[in-house]
């Protein structure tokens, strides 16, 4: 077997990791309805599921940063190979946990078992990210870091489909614990291929420095915000449209998980754009075209899903046609510039916040809903301007953004509080800020200069 095909094969294998930590991730949003009255929780107690899961991410990251810190990288140590074997265990592990908390009923065992896969997730981040950056030429890693990021976001296209179907309806009787007790075989499973591949081994060229060295660069200090609240905010909406819909349309669960299967796939759609957009080097007329084909495509696999499982309509989500125009323009508007295009979806999501919140009926649905476009190439841009300069203190820095990913765990927690005193509509007019900061950073914030 040749490199190219070696590479290829390894690339193929970690793209999956890349698509069930996406679908998995979004099984916390069917959860959060399904745990809320399963056990009469509060909007407060229902958000403490994306508290306990994404804090993980910061415990564990928190940790590993230090470790590296004193004494060297352990995935440099161990090999990328091994780190995504005990991330898929302690996965499938966490998945199990699920049967133990639906025995004895309690809220509290749900959320450590989140947390625990939380923490198998957070290794998987840290070994799958960098491992696909230098799965190849360096010149080529930003594409395959989108192109895995877009399978990403289609398994968190189709989470609400299916893992709504088995909680809601499939299993509704026998618990929710059986859909995880599925997930915890393919961890499994992945972790005995993982196990027996022979991935090419590979070592990132930047070394690990001790201290905090990346803080002194304002990028990464300030870029390091701009992901705690684009995270926290993309999740947060997550968290709550179906809770959302029920309240502003009377929506039943089974409807409303198809409009969270449109936000998150209007994320998929966006950043195989931004794929296009930001990255190629073509002709405008040719460029614009892939971006619309791949639009098409995109929302056609999403009504597709949608479809099979509910009987959709066609005429009812033809309002998302005119979202994807308008993400176009977007881009369009912010000429293959990645700090640009941040500003300008920064501030297209500010107006369908103002939208959504003085508005109602099915101008509200889809102006939440469409957020999802405008997340879409957040995590790239963010990620690729706050290590921008950052040289031998780039995995550093790298670290320090994973952390960032708290934003998860504490603003769905605020939104929830506020939902709880003043109606979870209303709530969305606290994530007008944390836009309005990424606008900032996307205009003057992540300009290079040391602290």
Not at 260 to 269: K, P, T, V
């Amino acid at each position: 077997m040749d490199k190219t095909s070696n590479y290829r094969g390894s690339f193929i294998l970690i793209t999956v990791l890349f698509f069930m930590w996406g679908f998995i991730t979004c099984m916390n949003d069917i959860l959060i309805p399904y745990m809320k009255t399963l056990f009469e929780l509060s909007y407060t107690q229902a958000m403490l599921i994306q508290f306990a899961f994404f804090g993980a991410y910061f415990i564990g990251s928190l940790i590993y940063f230090i470790i590296s810190s004193f004494i060297g990288d352990p995935i440099q140590k161990i090999g990328y190979n091994k780190g995504v074997v005990a991330g898929l265990i302690t996965s499938a592990v966490a998945c199990l946990l699920f049967y133990p908390a639906a025995h004895f009923h309690q809220y509290g065992f749900f959320l450590f078992a989140l947390f625990v896969l939380g923490l198998g997730f957070t290794m998987l981040q840290i070994a799958a990210n960098p491992y696909v950056a230098i799965l190849g030429s360096p010149q080529t890693a930003s594409s395959r870091l989108n192109l895995s990021q877009g399978f990403n976001s289609f398994g968190t296209t189709i989470a609400p489909i299916i893992g709504g179907y088995l909680v809601f309806h499939y299993f509704a009787a026998s618990g929710v614990h059986i859909p995880y007790f599925i997930f915890a075989a393919i961890f499994l499973l992945l972790a005995v291929v993982f196990s027996v591949a022979k991935l090419p081994s590979l070592s990132a060229e930047n070394e690990v420095v001790k201290g905090a060295g990346a803080l002194r660069y304002s990028q990464l200090s300030l870029g390091a915000i701009a992901i705690f609240f684009y995270v926290g905010s993309e999740v947060s909406i997550g968290s709550t449209i179906i809770n959302y819909l029920k309240e502003i349309l009377s929506y039943p669960e089974m409807e409303a998980k198809t409009y969270l299967a449109f936000y998150w796939g209007g994320a998929m759609i966006g950043r195989f754009i931004g794929a296009v957009s930001l990255g190629s080097s073509m002709a405008k007329v040719r460029k614009y075209l892939y971006m619309i084909l791949i639009s098409l495509i995109g929302f056609f696999v999403i009504y597709g899903s949608t479809y099979l499982e509910s009987s959709i309509s066609l005429s009812v989500v033809t309002p998302f046609f005119i979202l994807i125009v308008v993400n176009i323009i977007g881009f369009i508007i912010g000429r293959s510039l990645p700090a640009r295009t941040l500003t300008v979806f920064s501030l297209f999501i500010i107006a369908l916040l103002f939208t959504t919140v003085f508005t109602g009926g099915l101008v509200a649905l889809w102006a939440i809903v469409g957020v999802g476009l405008f997340n879409s190439i957040m995590w790239s841009n963010i990620f690729t301007l706050a290590i921008d300069g950052l040289g031998k203190e780039t995995s550093q820095g790298s670290s320090i953004l994973v952390m960032a990913i708290l934003g998860g765990a504490i603003l769905p927690l605020l939104i929830g509080i506020a939902a709880d005193s003043f109606g979870i509509q209303m709530s969305y007019l606290i994530l007008v800020l944390p836009y309005l900061y990424l606008a900032f950073y996307g205009w003057r914030g992540y300009i290079p200069k040391k602290i």
